[in-house]
């Protein structure tokens, strides 16, 4: 059994003159193992900063609240201990690396991961498997990090660390964002490989109902002005595919204004 | 304190690099107010600059050369071609004190078989004057490795001329002991459709001052200028690049790229690019960037791009220094990599590209091991 619990949680983002500006406001959200949660909320709601609050970017101020991982204390934890813990964030805009192979990269993150180096062979082997189970080609993995690599191909490349470094529980910031249709469903492909083992939770961030057609979430959360507004299941999404989000955002706007 | 600065030459590049000269009296001693000069520090020079007396005992020179390649000992002529006229004090002081010079010619049409090495070792701190020759011929083709150990005050010049159709691969590596002073100029003329490829690499040496110039005799002539430099607490690593574009038709490149790691690192790029008015068609393209690891050490990077010419291919120069990316150590860090491993990943792979351009297996893998070393 894994459990990523979040209890009122609070973050602040650094701006560049220094100061501290609240984002999240007090989210509550437990994802266990064997269960896929969406996120669902408007541009600028907060959501990718709850992902990146929970795998601990520098730029993000934790004010209030507490992560756990199945007991331990996330929050305290460095960004490369958090991932050796068992928890992965597939980003939105994966950054380049020039110069670092994602052979080498990869090998170095199982390493890291695992605790102990994979024999070359069974690595490589290992690594083949999965660039193909995505449909990518075998060449890319001499490639330097996301270095070129088309929008698709960062998603795809995303989900394939997340295959191989083989977490408890997975954030995935949007990684729908950006994709064609056939590029959506090898990743969906991906999570849903993923989500099929046992001990595996998936939290997913997204703006589009979309990707939810190919990846069926168990629990629907919007995610607005920083908080969970409302939780269902997987109708909601259906719900604010047909709606929108006004209803929310007006609610939330007439609260804080109270 | 630290500083990561881009600052900006007063003088028109034509101006600044106007006076050559054989005759040491022609150059005054340098102040250090001089455009030329304001970066480095003078009195750790050891009077290289002013009139310290240069013998030929500090420094002792091995030449191992592929089978193919002449190699003998001259004394030194200053109406031999090349060509060679010194660009400052250090250099004419050099010249006028080696005595003899080691050449080696690659003949016409000749094909190295395998890289020649010349060994540099500093024996003593005997101030010391050098010179060395690569003629290369035409459509002669050759790698030639120069290796720099030890322990040395040094003044030195190097003469290469790759001749029409010609091709030189030059790897300069500089792995000075710690107490190493240097002051190198490398002065490169190359022939109609010549070939150029020029790699220092500086690593050692408390004070290591290199000026690789670039001049072309006929159209078509390709040089590219590589740098790699390591800087540690301490020492001062220097280089000023000058590409005289004077004749049509001839591209250069030029990409240097440094580290400083510690307490008064500091190091010094100048990118001088000068095209003339009988320059068209020219193609150059120079490019530096450093990273400053820790405080208190500080990249000064300086390009100058001056064009005479409206008619000309491609010109541009790009400069920036910087701190390793934050975003790139948390990618690697969100993976489970530990911060140090993280850090050497992003170095290795800053320097890796330039690395993997050498072409010599031998010493790619010690440039490798070195910055390894130097960031353990």
């Avoid at chain 1, 509550?28 to 990718?48: C, F, Y």
């Amino acid at each position: 059994m894994s459990t990523l619990e979040i209890r009122d949680l609070h973050a602040a983002v650094t701006e560049a003159d220094g100061t501290l500006r609240e984002i999240l406001r007090g989210v509550n959200l437990t994802v266990a193992d064997g269960e896929t949660h969406a996120i669902m909320g408007p541009n600028g709601s907060g959501k990718s900063t709850l992902a990146y609050a929970v795998a601990g970017h520098p730029k993000y101020t934790v004010t209030q609240g507490s992560v756990t991982l199945d007991g331990e204390d996330v929050l305290s934890m460095t960004v490369d201990a958090r991932a050796r813990a068992g928890l992965f964030l597939a980003m939105q805009y994966p950054v380049e690396v020039p110069g670092v192979s994602v052979s080498n990269f990869l090998r170095t993150a199982v390493t890291a991961v695992r605790g102990e180096a994979p024999k070359l062979r069974v690595f490589m082997k290992e690594m083949r498997g999965a660039l193909g189970d995505l449909s990518i080609d075998p060449k890319f993995a001499e490639r330097s990090l996301n270095e070129g690599f088309s929008g698709g191909e960062k998603k795809r490349h995303e989900i394939l660390q997340m295959e191989m470094l083989d977490p408890k529980i997975a954030v995935l910031d949007e990684t729908d964002s950006g994709l064609d249709v056939d590029a959506l469903k090898v990743v969906a492909e991906g999570i849903n490989r993923f989500r099929a083992r046992p001990g595996h939770g998936v939290l997913l961030i997204t703006h589009y109902n979309r990707i939810l057609q190919y990846v069926q979430p168990d629990y629907v959360h919007v995610f607005v002005a920083g908080r969970i507004v409302e939780e269902g299941g997987p109708e909601l999404a259906k719900t604010l595919e047909d709606e929108g989000y006004e209803k929310f955002t007006a609610a939330a706007g007439a609260k804080a204004a109270s | 304190m630290s500083a990561v600065s881009g600052a900006v030459e007063t003088a028109p590049i034509t101006s600044l690099h106007a006076l050559r000269s054989a005759d040491p009296g022609d150059f005054a001693v340098p102040t250090g107010r001089e455009e030329e000069w304001r970066f480095t520090p003078l009195r750790r020079l050891r009077g290289l600059h002013s009139d310290a007396p240069l013998g030929q005992a500090g420094v002792r020179v091995d030449i191992d050369a592929a089978p193919e390649i002449d190699y003998a000992e001259r004394i030194i002529a200053p109406a031999d071609p090349p060509g060679f006229l010194p660009e400052d004090r250090v250099s004419a002081r050099a010249y006028a004190a080696a005595g003899t010079a080691h050449v080696l010619t690659v003949p016409k049409e000749a094909v190295a078989s395998r890289p020649t090495i010349i060994r540099v070792t500093g024996v003593s701190d005997e101030a010391t004057a050098g010179h060395l020759v690569i003629d290369v011929r035409p459509f002669g083709k050759a790698v030639v490795v120069l290796d720099q150990r030890g322990s040395a005050t040094y003044a030195d010049n190097v003469e290469i001329g790759v001749g029409d159709g010609g091709e030189l691969t030059l790897v300069s590596v500089a792995e000075w002991d710690d107490d190493a002073v240097q002051v190198s100029h490398h002065q490169a003329t190359l022939g109609r459709d010549a070939k150029l490829k020029h790699f220092q690499i500086t690593l050692g040496g408390s004070l290591v001052r290199v000026s690789p110039s670039v001049r072309y005799s006929g159209t078509g002539g390709d040089a590219e200028l590589y740098g790699i430099c390591f800087a540690d607490g301490g020492q001062h690593l220097e280089h000023r690049l000058f590409v005289d574009h004077d004749t049509p038709n001839c591209r250069s490149r030029v990409v240097y790229k440094g580290a400083l790691d510690g307490d008064d690192a500091h190091t010094v790029w100048i990118g001088d690019v000068l095209i003339r008015p009988d320059a068209v068609g020219t193609d150059t393209y120079e490019y530096n960037r450093n990273l400053v690891l820790t405080d208190g050490a500080r990249a000064d990077s300086v390009p100058n791009l001056e064009i005479l010419t409206g008619e000309v291919v491609g010109a541009g120069h790009a400069s920036a220094n910087g701190r390793l990316d934050d975003e790139h150590l948390f990618y690697l860090m969100a993976r489970g990599i530990g911060f140090e491993e993280a850090r050497r990943l992003v170095i290795r792979g800053f320097f890796g590209e330039l690395i993997g351009k050498i072409g010599v297996p031998e010493v790619a893998d010690r440039v490798t091991e070195k910055i390894e070393a130097e960031l353990a």
